[in-house]
């Protein structure tokens, strides 16, 4: 053996000398002590100090260096079993709640605060026997003191939370106050009562809120914000009567400022708006309702007053502004039905205004309508409206035959028509000497259909809708046509009648103001219209007709008028190759000494002479409507 491995082995078997010594004086100390700890249990165990007992045993029992006593501290440690739960419930609560806290996770925190709070209870039900030492236990692990300081530092993150808001204008996130509602008033550490001092911080942030939301001017998420706010409270059961308070009086400074500014169009959305959010928020009353109640009778009192005035525009205006807040369609309709009465263009109008309408008629109870309109336009068309007492139109249109720049006037005729299907009849300015052209339709779903058109001297209605046309263009002068419906609902000309009564042109004077006929020999025409001669007497004749002279029958009426007959008379405008004209070409007829015309056959002294031409005589006067 060398000297050089002779010197390791023996550094080697000190090393293990000073371990192996190492040892046994740590084994001896671990010994002592654990029996020092059975001592110590036992001590406390004797003056029932079971927490210091529970605590040295447990000491003990985890000294495995030797074995002592093992099965006696078994037995007292299963005797303290319930100490040394409470102790591990209680170090495990706080490990639990330390966690949240460092984190500052409040519904961890909160949820690990609720089970320490259940264990607690059980712990108190459970056993009965470590009343006194449960307590111990709780006051020396410092929990509540935990608890204190923890909650404090949550309420003043929550209260910083709050005040971020205000300063941000974020309003999107108040789990802080439903954070703070949770802290249990003992850990609040605040002046006064829990109750008092969140009333006061949450008035003071929601007036803040509210406040500016009403002024930045969205009515709508103003309110929206106090109904969120309300509720919020409301599902925590937290009494914020201040909410409704501050809503109100926001909503009741704009509107007043509305009603001052006179902007109905802001009135009422304003007032729409609250009213919807009162319904919200279930509240019963409440003075603004009555504001807005007040206000809107006011304007319907101002409108009324505009519809008397004949301002009908304006009053719509207003009805139909209120009409969102209070139903305003019998006001609307009873106004158009007044507006269309006034001028019964408004009923066209309302439905087109682009249109430019001719020859407008209105009336009332006619047409299935509480109001109707006929009209046309420049391009032949027929328009009916017809409005019904809420205000509604309906528009009928259709083409016609007349053109619109001869229609004189339009009319509904009753007499031949039916509620169900009414007739028109268009008035137009003649092509002939007739009167008018008189034509009639029926008004159809589809349109108009022609029924009769003719030009007369006028018509009327007979038994069975039968139209009477006197003087229908198409027959001589003094004749009434009757005209029926056919079963296609057009009329037929079906009878014709004369209104003249054929007479002796001789005794016209004994048919005064009576409509007759006779035949006459016409011997001169002048600018008063021509001279006849009936058997033995001259008679005047007038009318606006195409004198010429020869024999016609007359149509007409003596009126009683007579007028002097002198050589000038029938002189002017003579056709000189007339026959039996008073004057031919260069010649003049002979006169007598009156100075009356004589027939250039025989002389007012001849016995042939005609009987009423004699000195200053005069001849009656007929006035002709149809010259045949």
């Known amino acids: 053996m060398s000297i050089i491995r002779l010197f390791a082995l023996r550094n080697l078997l000190i090393v293990a000398c000073a371990i192996a010594a190492g040892l046994a004086i740590y084994k001896g ?23 210091e007992a529970e605590t040295f045993y447990q000491k003990a029992n985890t000294n495995t260096s030797i074995h002592y006593q093992n099965e006696h501290i078994a037995n007292r440690l299963l005797q303290l079993l319930p100490i040394t739960d409470w102790k591990q419930t209680v170090s495990s609560s706080q490990q639990q709640l330390q966690s949240a806290a460092s984190t500052q996770q409040f519904q961890a925190y909160m949820t690990a605060y609720k089970l320490w709070q259940q264990q607690i209870s059980e712990q108190q039900q459970a056993d009965q026997r470590y009343t006194v030492q449960y307590k111990q236990i709780t006051n020396e692990s410092k929990i509540n003191e935990q608890l204190k300081t923890d909650f404090q530092a949550f309420r003043e993150l929550f209260e910083a939370g709050l005040q971020h808001n205000i300063q941000k204008r974020n309003y999107t996130d108040e789990s802080d106050k439903w954070n703070l509602l949770m802290i249990p008033e003992k850990y609040l550490a605040v002046k006064g009562t829990r109750q008092a001092y969140l009333n006061t911080l949450f008035k003071t942030y929601d007036q803040t809120k509210l406040t500016r939301l009403a002024a930045a001017g969205d009515f709508t998420a103003f309110l929206e914000q106090a109904r969120i706010t309300w509720e919020g409270y409301h599902q925590h059961n937290w009494s914020a009567t201040w909410v409704l308070t501050i809503a109100q009086n926001n909503a009741a400074t704009i509107l007043n400022k509305d009603i001052t500014s006179q902007q109905i169009s802001n009135f009422v959305t304003h007032a729409q708006r609250f009213n919807q959010w009162v319904t919200t928020v279930n509240l019963s009353s409440s003075p603004v309702t009555t504001t807005i109640n007040n206000e809107i009778a006011s304007l319907i009192r101002e409108a009324n007053t505009l519809v008397t005035a004949g301002q009908y525009q304006q009053a719509l205006d207003i009805y139909q502004a209120l009409q969102p807040v209070q139903d305003m369609t019998t ?42 309109t006929l009209a046309t336009d420049s391009a032949n068309h027929l328009y009916i409206g017809r409005m019904t007492a809420d205000g509604a139109t309906s528009i009928l249109s259709g083409e016609i035959a007349q053109n619109a720049g001869q229609i004189r006037t339009l009319a509904i005729v009753n007499t031949l028509g039916t509620p169900d299907q009414p007739v028109i009849e268009i008035q137009s300015e003649p092509s002939g000497d007739r009167t008018a052209l008189y034509s009639f339709y029926a008004v159809e779903n589809s349109g108009f259909r ?19 046309v006197q003087n229908p263009s198409d027959l001589p002068k003094g004749q009434t046509a009757i005209y029926t419906r056919n079963e296609d609902g057009e009329y037929t000309r079906t009878e014709t009648q004369n209104e003249y009564t054929s007479i002796d042109g001789a005794t016209l004077t004994s048919y005064l103001n009576e409509p007759v006929s006779f035949e006459t020999n016409i011997v001169s025409v002048d600018d008063q219209g021509a001279i006849a001669l009936v058997g033995e007497q001259y008679i005047r004749l007038r009318g606006a007709l195409n004198w010429a002279t020869g024999t016609f029958i007359v149509s007409g009426v003596f009126r009683g008028e007579f007028e002097p007959f002198t050589s000038s008379s029938g002189s002017n405008e003579t056709d000189p190759s007339a026959e039996n004209n008073f004057s031919t070409e260069g010649n003049t007829v002979p006169t007598d000494e009156t100075g009356l015309m004589q027939e250039p056959d025989y002389g007012v002294d001849t016995p042939d002479a005609p009987a009423n031409l004699d000195a200053n005589v005069t001849i009656p006067v007929f006035e002709v409507e149809s010259l045949q």
């Open 331 to 372: 006001l609307i309709g009873q106004t158009k039905l007044a507006w269309a009465s006034s001028d019964p263009l408004y009923v066209l109008q309302s439905s087109n205004p682009s249109l430019t309408y001719q020859h407008v008629v209105g009336g009332t109870n006619g047409l299935n309508a509480d109001v109707y």
């Open 450 to 468: 022609a029924l009769l058109s003719v030009e007369a001297d006028g018509y009327t209605i007979g038994d069975n809708q039968t139209i009477q």
């Open 29 to 51: 100390i671990q010994i002592s002590q654990k029996i020092h700890a059975v001592q110590e249990a036992d001590r406390y165990y004797a003056q029932q100090k079971w927490v």
